[in-house]
């Protein structure tokens, strides 16, 4: 299935790390003013200022807050390291209730040299560690797989299926899915996947961008909607078909467009929402 054509930006939402150089306020105004619905803070946006006024700024401007980035980290090497993320995360619940976003996405964390299902195991007890928190908070939690490249240091989570294997072990209605695109393309059973994911009601967030080639940086080298070979509306199509009717957030990590001008970037952006994805 393949989604029809994005007539509008009312579901167009905007991580801050999209345009690093901009401070929250200005994220806040330049989105609002292009027509942007959406914005997902990352929490590096709210260290040392009040989450609660900054929430009020992002709902003042007419802007809903989708969800906050990013928890997780759980594997460590030893115990003490491992409680230390779990503490952490119980502070991001908190800080997240304070700002009023209702998401937290986890990207779930590794280590080198560790065994992968090691790393798996302690990020399934560090999820159950804060999932009660996340209840009382009512906030959910959204298992981000990452790209194979990054299982030996960021997230040895790398599929639907294994995420979904993930929630299925926690059994909790606070912990779901974020399907980002840029990590899930070229996983031969995604349409599979996310429809399983759906099923349960575990489908949270859907984040895009695109895929270059070559890609010149393994963290920081994402591009616009159609700058690469990702068939977003495809997968878009095989989100909505399971049921997700929420924000599409743009996410894109990019030193090339972090240089230029963030105003030209956001009207980019736009442009490139309404026409590919």
Known sequence: MT??????????????????PWTIETAIEKYAEAGVKGITVWREWTQGRDRKEIGQQIRSAGLEIVSYCRGGFFPASD???????????????????????????????????????????QIGDGIAAIAGHARSAEIKLAIEPLHPMYASDRSAINTMGQANDMCDFLADSHVGVAVDIYHLWWDPDLQ????????????????????????????????????????????????????FEGFHEVEIFSNDWWKTDQDVFLAEIKQAYLAVS
């Open 79 to 121: 115990a003490s390291s491992r409680q230390a993320a779990i503490d952490d995360n119980r502070t991001m619940i908190d800080e997240a209730e304070a700002i009023g976003a209702p998401l937290i996405v986890l990207v779930c964390g590794a280590v080198p040299g560790q065994p992968l299902p090691e790393s798996r195991k």
């Open 3 to 20: 989604a029809l054509p994005i007539r509008d930006t009312s579901k167009l939402c905007i991580h801050t790390i999209t345009t690093k």
């Open 192 to 243: 599979k996947e996310i429809s399983r994911c759906g099923t349960n009601r575990r489908l949270l967030a859907f984040h895009i961008s695109d895929w270059l080639t070559p890609t010149k940086d393994l963290l920081n080298d994402r591009g616009l909607m159609g700058q690469g070979c990702i068939n977003i509306p495809e997968i878009r199509g095989w989100v909505e078909a399971a049921g």
